[in-house]
């Protein structure tokens, strides 16, 4: 924490996976206590030899990305991979900026609107590409993606109190008609729902109940593996 003559400051920077961030902390989500999870997601999706040998270049939809915990790091530590970043708040995508600043990112675009896909969102052949969005609702960003015909390959909700919700984003939505990849969904969540029970009252059920009334889908077509 660092702190301002006169008064206290709620300002922090810290390191995580090889990446600097700094953000008010009254105004951002953050939770230290994902940190590793975070790393272990990065490492499967992007930095493992099986992922990173696949044709298509990744192209990341941080639906809800704060100041950047997976886009960050997932830019910095890749090749030829493209990251949409996106949040409702203002203040995530001020302090994004700053961590674009702090870590040097060189390659780096900002829209208001989303154009249409083309070279400028190409995947570069060395490094990768960050672009940040205007603030705007999961609920419009995934579907304008679509429309405009990114080819998403992997999305991301990181706010566990309403990500679940925000999986209605996706419906209606036929990649395959339109030759678009089908994006592979990680989206973190709470349940209050009990941990160890296989019945109808365990967190399981909950979970597979809330995205099947997001999707607009019967129970029955998920399956716990």
């Known amino acids: 924490e660092t702190r301002r003559a006169g008064e206290e400051s709620t300002v922090v920077r810290l390191k995580e996976h090889q990446c600097l961030f700094e953000f008010e902390y009254q105004d951002v989500y953050w939770n230290s206590r994902l940190q590793e999870e975070h790393g272990r997601l990065i490492e499967a999706l992007f930095l493992q030899p ?3 040998a696949t044709e298509t270049a990744p192209v990341l939809a941080d639906c809800t990305c704060g100041v950047g915990p997976f886009s960050i790091p997932s830019v910095k530590l890749t090749n030829s991979l493209v ?3 996106n949040d409702l708040n203002p203040a995530s995508i001020q302090w994004l900026r700053k961590s674009v600043e702090i870590n040097k990112l060189p390659q780096v675009m900002e829209v208001d609107e989303i154009p249409p896909h083309g070279e400028d969102f190409h995947a570069p052949a060395v ?3 960050l672009v940040i969005h205007k603030p705007r609702d999961a609920r419009e960003f995934i579907p ?3 429309k405009k015909r990114h080819p998403v390959t992997h999305a991301i909700f990181n706010l566990p109190a309403a990500g679940v919700e925000l999986l209605d984003c996706f419906r209606g939505l036929n990649y395959a008609k339109h030759g678009l990849p089908r994006p592979l969904v990680s989206c973190y969540t709470f349940s209050d729902a009990a ?3 296989s019945e109808n009252n365990g967190c399981v059920a909950d979970l597979q109940r809330r995205i099947a ?3 607009g889908l019967q129970e029955e077509r998920f399956h716990y593996t």
């Open 50 to 52: 099986s992922t990173v």
């Open 213 to 215: 009334k997001a999707l």
């Open 127 to 129: 490094g990768s590409l």
């Open 195 to 197: 941990l160890d029970s």
């Open 144 to 146: 304008e993606l679509f």
């Open 83 to 85: 990251s949409h970043a």
